[in-house]
């Protein structure tokens, strides 16, 4: 399990709105997103099939999504390497500020090994706050 969690600048609502906005438009929050479709959608779950590129590779995912405030679970239906979810979690700091948690528990298919990379996660994180306080 890898965390990272933050402080925005932003009120728990608005912060929510951008979360589901992030289900829709990936990558204005996830850096190296790509090709965004959603493949199913109903009121409980969206299921979402995306790239992302990094320096070493490009992948294709498919993930299903819940969500209830305030934490949106993005489960693994597919991927080459990594089975797992990844939860988005917020919390009511003050009325202009919301604590923010990202939390990936993916593990290697193969190995079983955790997955461990932190500045991914900061990263994903860093970006998300910063769309969000702008925009």
């Known amino acids: 399990m890898v965390q990272y969690a933050t402080i925005v600048n932003a009120s728990l609502e608005k912060v929510w709105q951008h979360l589901i906005l992030k289900i829709e438009k990936p990558e204005n929050f996830v850096p190296g997103v790509s090709d965004v479709i959603i493949l199913e959608r109903s009121q409980d779950f969206v299921i979402r099939k995306m790239s992302i590129t990094t320096s070493e590779n490009m992948t294709t995912l498919v993930e299903k999504i819940t969500f209830a405030p305030y934490k949106v679970k993005f489960l693994l239906i597919e991927h080459p390497k990594?089975?797992?979810?990844?939860d988005n979690d917020i919390k009511f700091i003050s009325d202009n500020e919301t604590e923010m948690t990202f939390t990936i528990n993916w593990k290697d298919k193969t190995t079983q090994s955790e997955f461990d990379n932190q500045e991914m996660v900061k990263s994903?994180?860093?970006?998300t706050?910063?769309?969000?306080?702008?925009?």
């Not at 994903?124 to 970006?127: F, G, H, P, R, T």
């Not at 706050?129 to 925009?135: F, G, L, Q, V, W």
Request: hydrophobic share 40%; no cysteine.
């Open 129 to 135: 706050k910063n769309y969000i306080e702008n925009n």
């Open 124 to 127: 994903a994180v860093v970006k």
């Open 82 to 86: 990594f089975e797992g979810y990844v």
